[in-house]
């Protein structure tokens, strides 16, 4: 499979501990972009790279939430000290960008994290 | 700034009648519209994209949208539903630089 790959599907983690999770992009894929979804609710930007450099943080993303893509290549997103309010589907997104008008991007299946 | 609304949240159809999701955009610049569909346990997909050429344009699995500018529209709509199209849909804007902006979604219901 040569889509966008995230791991885990699901996590399930006590209040305050912390959680990581990694993101797999399409392999020649400069842009690698970080979203969450709430039930009942479109995605929301988090942040995206160009390749290594994070180019951009959604004021969403506090100061316990950090990403960082090594290399360009694959990419982690940790939130430290968890609360009951980061439970959401984290999903990631792929694109090409060459300069051109509207490239598309792909998207993983998603992390579901349940904060109990 | 750019926004979507999409004026229904959930929409119910019989199977092989047609289906019409609503969208309407908001944009500073020439905008880059999308709709995507998400299935249960599966990632979002792209069903078609308008990027300024031709104004009704044409996806995957028989959908087709039309590119308003006057109404700020990008509804789309499909001649038959099937029971596959069961789903939530996401009507999506771009800004010129990288940000997806995503509506809050339209859940469709076929009957059989």
């Known amino acids: 499979d040569t889509g966008v790959s995230q791991n885990p599907r699901h996590k399930i983690t006590k209040r305050g501990q912390n959680v990581t999770f990694r993101c797999d992009p399409i392999?020649?894929?400069?842009?690698l972009y970080w979203y969450r979804q709430t039930l009942g609710q479109g995605p929301e930007f988090l942040t995206y790279?160009?390749?290594?450099?994070?180019?951009?943080k959604s004021r969403l993303l506090s100061d316990r939430f950090s990403a960082e893509r090594p290399k360009g290549s694959f990419s982690t997103l940790e939130i430290q000290r968890t609360e009951q309010g980061d439970s959401a589907m984290y999903l990631c997104?792929?694109?090409?960008?060459?300069?051109?008008?509207?490239?598309?991007?792909?998207f993983g299946q998603g992390t579901r994290l349940t904060v109990v | 700034a750019q926004s979507v609304t999409q004026l229904d949240s959930h929409v119910s159809v019989s199977e092989g009648t047609p289906v019409l999701l609503r969208c309407n955009y908001s944009?500073?610049?020439?905008?880059?519209l999308f709709w995507y569909v998400q299935h249960p346990n599966k990632g979002l997909q792209l069903l078609l994209k308008?990027?300024?050429?031709?104004?009704l344009v044409k996806g995957i699995n028989g959908f087709e949208a039309e590119f308003k500018k006057s109404e700020t529209s990008f509804h789309l709509t499909k001649p038959s539903a099937h029971m596959s199209d069961a789903a939530e849909y996401f009507c999506?804007?771009?800004?010129?630089?990288?940000?997806?902006?995503f509506g809050a979604g339209t859940t469709v219901t076929v009957r059989a």
């Open positions: 790279f160009q390749n290594e450099a994070q180019l951009e």
């Open positions: 944009s500073s610049y020439s905008p880059s």
């Open positions: 999506v804007v771009r800004d010129p630089f990288y940000k997806l902006s």
């Open positions: 308008y990027t300024s050429a031709a104004t």
């Open positions: 997104a792929s694109s090409l960008e060459r300069g051109q008008v509207g490239p598309e991007a792909f």
């Open positions: 392999s020649e894929h400069n842009r």
